[in-house]
């Protein structure tokens, strides 16, 4: 029998190995025939080796190697040899050589792929790309990214462990408690008409580990959320979920930048600045109009009510009488830009809901073109001094509800920054978002929710008016965003039984609910639970952003399509009625 097992990979050998006699197993990646000497790119994953197998090493030999087609599977044996001069290839790491066959072996015979293995520049649909998964990663750059992720996972573990971090798996068959999307659920055959969820987060996993003593935990945790799917979000997922006792916030954000600092060196090689920048929710939102802005590049919002108060637009005024706001932000250099370009963002901005975006550029001392005319010189004045409108630029104005005004206006800076190239490569800028509010309303519902969760403490100076104002309280949770992507999110955990009950009754929760929902996590707080806080880092978006991409689907093995299917295996399936009678479930039409 051939022996297969490599002396060497394909991405190997050298000038200094010249002489050796060596195997290499691999997939055929091009065959060229040239004046009858049979060429061969053998490759795996650590690179490309070239083969030569001329007519006079044997017929036998030369019989198999003409045959050779792309994606077999061959091993062959032969003599390391210099390339004949001028014929090295610097952009192979084994251009210097090849291969001198004097054995070789058939391993395995592939069909035609349906697309090209060897054409890196090749354009493949994704869903193809997807439904064979297994030769995608042959082509190169999704098995880098695998590469990357472990290398990435390998620098996580040193890291928490050198911080007195342990790992635990916590289970992945748990309650279904509300986290803020739908839970995956799992039907029992032991106890029929009950149903075990899949963790949204290990939340209170982590938590009753504090409970428990062990001070500080890790894990790269399985998640799984039932929710609509878009390019940086996937059905399964994973986060490095951290938690620590008797901590203060100030020292889980220097743990989690360290991390982060030492992700960056070791797995890309580039230094990120620490501390990182502090903003408050209320001027995320203000200023940018989001709570993950992007701060790669200027473009910040400012509000204009007070000056278009003053303006003979009856939009304006309208939008300020009505309760709603007026904002913007200048484009550096932006009055370049043509009246089709403007009116294409007004159809943007109308999509996501404003009624439109309207334009002023500065020319010398004055605002021209678009709703110029409706502001007085000294409105005008005030405009150019707010917005530091320079000769040249352009300010961009929206009026319409607030909420919807941010997002316009936020969508629209973003889109602007690229198309107009502000944003260098390799620039990180990391941010922690501070104060959320700890509830919202759901008008739907008539009721205030948790922004977070019900265990997020307050902010200590607010809990005067959690029972008075509750919309007004901010709480101890925080979000950590790089490049205008939620990377990290967390929060001090409520461990006073007094203070969580206040929360519980604000929520409109009754005994039942929460016994239903929570009793074995209220059970475990009441036996002495100590102050501790943490977080949870997406682990896919952080390698989504050290390789600069921004489709989660490229850093992950097995991804879902934005449909939440896996086209490789097509799943989800129907399942055999067998199987639905053991459960106890009946498929409703």
Same mark, same amino acid.
């Given at each position: 029998?051939?022996?297969?097992?490599?002396?060497?990979?394909?991405?190997?050998?050298?000038? =200094?190995?010249?002489?050796?006699?060596?195997?290499?197993?691999?997939?055929v990646h091009r065959r060229r025939d040239h004046g009858g000497v049979i060429f061969i790119d053998l490759r795996d994953r650590f690179g490309l080796t070239q083969l030569v197998i001329d007519p006079h090493t044997g017929e036998k030999l030369y019989a198999m190697a003409n045959q050779l087609r792309q994606e077999w599977v061959i091993?062959?044996?032969?003599?390391?040899?210099?390339?004949?001069?001028?014929?090295?290839?610097?952009?192979?790491?084994?251009?210097?050589?090849?291969?001198?066959?004097?054995?070789?072996?058939?391993?395995?015979?592939?069909?035609?792929? @349906?697309?090209?293995?060897?054409?890196?520049?090749?354009?493949?649909?994704? =869903?193809?790309?997807?439904?064979?998964?297994?030769?995608?990663?042959?082509?190169?750059?999704?098995?880098?990214?695998?590469? $990357?992720?472990?290398?990435?996972?390998?620098?996580?573990?040193?890291?928490?462990?050198?911080?007195?971090?342990?790992?635990?798996?916590?289970?992945?068959?748990?309650?279904?408690? %509300?986290?803020?999307?739908?839970?995956?659920?799992?039907?029992?055959?032991?106890? %029929?008409?009950?149903?075990?969820?899949?963790?949204?987060?290990?939340?209170?996993?982590?938590?009753?580990?504090?409970?428990?003593?062990?001070?500080?935990?890790?894990?790269? /945790?399985?998640?799984?959320?039932?929710?609509?799917?878009?390019?940086?979000?996937?059905?399964?997922?994973?986060?490095?979920?951290?938690?620590?006792?008797?901590?203060?916030?100030?020292?889980?954000?220097?743990?989690?930048?360290?991390?982060?600092? #030492?992700?960056?060196?070791?797995?890309?090689?580039?230094?990120?600045?620490?501390?990182?920048?502090?903003?408050?929710?209320?001027?995320?939102?203000?200023?940018?109009?989001?709570?993950?802005?992007? $701060?790669?590049?200027?473009?910040?919002?400012?509000?204009?009510?007070?000056? /278009?108060?003053?303006?003979?637009?009856?939009?304006?005024?309208?939008?300020? =009488?009505?309760?709603?706001?007026?904002?913007?932000?200048? +484009?550096?250099?932006?009055?370049?830009?043509?009246?089709?370009?403007?009116?294409?963002?007004?159809?943007? !901005?109308? $999509?996501?809901?404003?009624?439109? !975006?309207?334009?002023?550029?500065?020319?010398?001392?004055?605002?021209?073109?678009?709703? /110029?005319?409706?502001?007085?010189?000294?409105?005008?004045?005030?405009?150019?001094?707010?917005?530091?409108?320079?000769?040249?630029?352009?300010?961009?104005?929206?009026?319409?509800?607030?909420?919807?005004?941010?997002?316009?206006?936020?969508?629209?800076?973003?889109?602007?920054?690229?198309?107009?190239?502000?944003i260098k490569p390799d620039h990180f800028e990391f941010l922690w978002v501070t104060e959320f509010p700890l509830f919202n309303w759901n008008a739907e519902e008539q009721r205030i929710e948790s922004e977070h969760h019900p265990f997020t403490s307050p902010l200590f100076e607010d809990i005067h008016l959690l029972k008075t104002d @509750?919309?007004? +309280?901010?709480?101890? #949770?925080?979000?950590?965003?790089?490049?205008?992507?939620?990377?990290?999110?967390?929060?001090?955990?409520?461990?006073?039984?007094?203070?969580?009950?206040?929360?519980? =009754?604000?929520?409109?929760?009754?005994?039942?609910?929460?016994?239903?929902?929570?009793?074995?996590?209220?059970?475990?707080?009441?036996?002495?639970? %100590?102050?501790?806080?943490?977080?949870?880092?997406?682990?896919?978006?952080?390698?989504?952003?050290?390789?600069?991409?921004?489709?989660?689907?490229?850093?992950? /093995?097995? %991804?879902?399509?934005?449909?939440?299917?896996?086209?490789?295996?097509?799943?989800?399936?129907?399942?055999?009625?067998?199987?639905?009678?053991?459960?106890?479930?009946?498929?409703?039409?």
């Open positions: 029998m051939f022996d297969f097992r490599r002396s060497h990979d394909c991405g190997a050998l050298k000038k =200094e190995d010249i002489g050796q006699s060596v195997t290499l197993s691999g997939w091993s062959v044996k032969g003599k390391v040899i210099a390339r004949q001069e001028g014929m090295s290839n610097p952009k192979m790491k084994t251009g210097d050589i090849e291969i001198d066959v004097n054995d070789l072996d058939i391993l395995s015979k592939s069909k035609v792929p @349906p697309f090209t293995i060897a054409d890196e520049n090749l354009n493949v649909n994704d =869903e193809l790309r997807l439904k064979y998964r297994y030769l995608d990663m042959r082509r190169g750059p999704i098995l880098d990214n695998l590469i $990357l992720r472990h290398k990435t996972m390998m620098c996580v573990r040193k890291f928490m462990d050198n911080n007195q971090f342990v790992e635990v798996t916590t289970p992945l068959l748990g309650k279904s408690t %509300p986290e803020g999307s739908r839970d995956y659920l799992v039907p029992s055959r032991i106890h %029929p008409g009950h149903f075990y969820a899949l963790p949204q987060s290990p939340q209170l996993f982590k938590q009753i580990l504090m409970v428990g003593g062990l001070d500080r935990y890790f894990q790269i /945790a399985p998640c799984l959320r039932d929710e609509d799917l878009r390019a940086d979000r996937q059905p399964e997922f994973s986060q490095i979920d951290m938690e620590m006792s008797f901590a203060t916030k100030e020292e889980l954000f220097k743990l989690v930048e360290g991390l982060m600092h #030492s992700i960056f060196k070791e797995c890309r090689g580039l230094e990120i600045q620490t501390p990182f920048r502090h903003i408050t929710h209320h001027d995320c939102l203000e200023n940018y109009g989001t709570d993950k802005p992007d $701060l790669r590049f200027g473009m910040s919002l400012k509000t204009i009510d007070d000056i /278009a108060k003053h303006s003979t637009g009856t939009l304006f005024i309208e939008a300020i =009488e009505s309760g709603n706001t007026v904002k913007g932000f200048c +484009v550096k250099g932006g009055a370049d830009l043509s009246r089709k370009t403007l009116e294409d963002y007004v159809a943007f !901005v109308n $999509l996501l809901g404003v009624k439109g !975006v309207a334009w002023m550029k500065r020319q010398g001392n004055e605002l021209t073109t678009g709703v /110029a005319k409706f502001f007085p010189v000294e409105q005008q004045a005030q405009l150019i001094e707010r917005f530091d409108m320079q000769e040249g630029d352009l300010l961009l104005i929206v009026a319409d509800e607030k909420s919807l005004t941010n997002k316009a206006l936020d969508h629209l800076r973003r889109r602007i920054a690229k198309e107009r190239n502000l @509750p919309l007004k +309280v901010r709480s101890l #949770s925080y979000d950590l965003v790089l490049n205008g992507y939620e990377l990290a999110s967390g929060s001090q955990r409520i461990h006073n039984g007094d203070l969580q009950q206040t929360i519980f =009754e604000q929520l409109k929760l009754t005994a039942d609910e929460i016994n239903q929902r929570f009793g074995f996590f209220i059970e475990a707080l009441s036996y002495g639970t %100590p102050p501790h806080l943490g977080a949870a880092l997406g682990f896919d978006r952080i390698i989504m952003l050290l390789i600069g991409t921004d489709n989660i689907r490229e850093v992950i /093995a097995f %991804p879902k399509t934005q449909k939440a299917t896996d086209l490789m295996m097509e799943a989800p399936s129907d399942i055999p009625e067998k199987q639905l009678k053991e459960l106890k479930l009946r498929i409703l039409s």
